[in-house]
């Protein structure tokens, strides 16, 4: 059978599935909004800021991860060729350098690839998820084949938990926030949602203030946020409260259809 990029016996299809990786994708969209390049580049692009699109691009963007990480080969080559198409046809201009450049712009794409990669293995350690240092490279390294889907070597970005430590070290120093764009807090309170989702609207912000409480303290600050040790204790403290809450939903309604197929397929290899 073909199981795309990863399959029963990776660790991704074990971790992706967890509800509460929700937060680590709202913290992956944080880490990469600052990057300067990553940042101006959805900016300056209004098809992808409209506030009316937002929840319809949310939805596009969930369902590429879920390809991705689930889809067949055929699948994910589609969904990929899709994505560099629209990254090769956007361009965005640089004020700090005068430069035009395009959103497949590699330094930006190993940016956004590692901090996506940082935040679901971050979010799922500290809220409980259990993973052995070994499982948490493999997780690190099973992530390159999907560098490859949007246009990157698999070599050209981490393998391993310190790889990507050190990577995240060295890449700060040309990190900030891009003072033309909305802040992420303001946007979560205005993002416009279908009628019957109404009710769940309060929920936007704090999934949003829970993700940025994850970030790193140097990431909070270049937000403008208190980055202190104490907001690390009520991060951890709020993941693994929530995480320990969603465990107690039966497996058949906390997981995803694609979440569950996994979980059976991976049992079956194991018996």
Do not use: K
């Not at 990029?5 to 660790?11: A, C, D, I, M, R």
């Not at 799922?124 to 948490?136: D, F, K, T």
């Amino acid at each position: 059978m073909d199981h795309g990029l990863f399959g029963p016996g990776s660790v991704t299809w074990r971790v992706m599935g967890e509800p509460i990786l929700l937060v680590g994708g709202f913290r992956a969209l944080l880490m990469q909004g600052l990057h300067p390049r990553a940042m101006r580049g959805v900016a300056q692009n209004s098809a992808l800021v409209d506030q009316a699109e937002a929840w319809s691009r949310f939805l596009r963007t969930t369902e590429f991860v879920r390809v991705r990480t689930y889809g067949t080969s055929a699948e994910v080559a589609e969904a990929g060729a899709r994505v560099r198409g629209i990254h090769a046809r956007l361009t965005a201009f640089d004020p700090d350098t005068g430069e035009r450049y395009r959103l497949d712009d590699p330094d930006a794409l190993r940016w956004v690839h590692v901090a996506e990669v940082d935040s679901y293995l971050s979010v799922a350690r500290r809220a409980g998820v259990r993973l052995s240092e070994e499982e948490a490279d493999r997780f690190v390294a099973e992530w390159r084949r999907a560098a490859e889907v949007v246009g990157l070597r698999a070599d050209d970005v981490p393998g391993s938990v310190a790889e990507m430590r050190d990577y995240i070290q060295a890449r700060r120093p040309g990190l900030y926030y891009v003072p033309e764009a909305s802040h992420p807090l303001r946007q979560s309170l205005g993002t416009p949602l279908p009628a019957y989702l109404l009710p769940l609207r309060p929920v936007l912000p704090m999934i949003t203030v829970l993700a940025m409480a994850t970030l790193p303290r140097w990431a909070r600050r270049l937000y403008g946020l208190p980055g202190t040790p104490v907001g690390d204790l009520w991060a951890t403290a709020a993941l693994r409260t929530l995480q320990t809450g969603i465990t107690l939903v039966p497996a058949p309604v906390r997981y995803g259809p694609d979440a569950r197929r996994a979980r059976r397929a991976a049992a079956g290899r194991a018996a």
